[in-house]
């Protein structure tokens, strides 16, 4: 297999003979790796660029960055659950403060069981999205020649190395803890090699990329909560305290510490047409953290109720 994008853009090579790269600065590798195609389409072209040929990958990246670190640090805890709810046992992932705006996720392309192919980018993006669940990560990585900063290196801009933290360094720490470590290089750490995939998602990345998934003739429910999630995006003056509530619960239920909560509240109301002061912000964050619950029957929102969503039940009719 060979391997492209290594030592500031220089072309291909053999993995085989990877240095250490380990100390370094601004070095690059993609996370594909290829077969003699690749050789013979830069031999030819004297670049990657343009390569439509097989492509293999050991791990699918998630790239979660945020000019605010501890939004990406909330939005890495949201991803870790929905890890959870696809069956992926985060011990067996790798978790990466990039050394810059955030984080960065690799998970094992065995849980859903890639193999080698020509669309095998397209198909990790889609595996991706569906594992971000409306998080904002970065899609522009699923690009079969995109190189990624290798582990250990140091971004010049920051002074900081990429380096690998153990979960619950990555979800717990202060960010000016994990920046502290990232002054130097850090150890390869040890994760569970052991674990079954993950059937859903199997299905998910071995289905037809032009045909729309389907359960008997019909279009396929959506794992996200659509009332919330339209909720979410922002509402209007005369909404926005009995939202808010509704909201500041669903943070609470989908397990954000307080900080997370309060962080997420502040990020939704940015959206709001006006945003609520923030006094009202408060008011709204300590309500949440009672345990008010708001079943798919109450009346803000069953007004946003869809059949897409995974808790819609036919024989509820409409409304």
Request: aromatic letters at 10%.
């Amino acid at each position: 297999m060979a391997v492209e994008g290594v030592h500031n853009r220089k072309g291909i090579q053999d993995i085989a003979t990877l240095e250490d790269t380990n100390g370094l600065s601004e070095t690059y590798c993609t996370y594909f790796r290829y077969n003699m195609d690749m050789v013979n389409h830069f031999n030819q072209r004297g670049t990657v660029g343009g390569y439509q040929g097989s492509a293999y990958a050991d791990w699918l990246p998630i790239d979660i960055d945020s000019e605010n670190l501890d939004e990406a640090q909330m939005n890495l805890n949201r991803l870790i659950m929905n890890l959870e709810d696809y069956d992926i046992d985060i011990a067996s992932c790798r978790f990466y403060f990039s050394g810059a705006k955030g984080f960065h996720v690799m998970i094992p392309s065995q849980y859903f069981k890639a193999e080698p192919s020509n669309d095998i980018h397209k198909r990790f993006r889609k595996v991706a999205v569906a594992l971000a669940n409306g998080i904002n990560i970065d899609t522009a990585i699923y690009d079969k020649t995109r190189i990624f900063r290798l582990a250990n290196t140091k971004n010049e801009k920051s002074g900081l190395f990429k380096i690998e933290l153990y979960p619950f360094e990555a979800t717990s720490l202060e960010i000016i803890e994990i920046q502290e470590k990232a002054l130097m290089p850090r150890e390869r750490l040890d994760i569970e090699k052991e674990f079954d995939p993950s059937e859903e998602l199997v299905e998910l990345y071995h289905e037809d990329l032009n045909k729309k998934k389907t359960v008997n003739g019909e279009q396929s429910k959506t794992k996200v909560k659509v009332c919330m999630s339209k909720l979410m995006t922002g509402v209007g003056h005369g909404e926005r305290d009995n939202v808010g509530v509704r909201v500041a619960a669903h943070l609470r239920q989908s397990g954000l510490t307080p900080r997370m909560m309060h962080a997420a509240l502040e990020e939704w109301n940015e959206s709001n047409d006006p945003p609520l002061d923030t006094d009202a912000i408060t008011r709204i964050y300590e309500q949440g953290l009672q345990d008010y619950e708001f079943g798919c029957h109450d009346h803000i929102l069953k007004q946003h109720c869809s059949k897409e969503c995974i808790f819609y039940k036919d024989e509820w009719g409409r409304f």
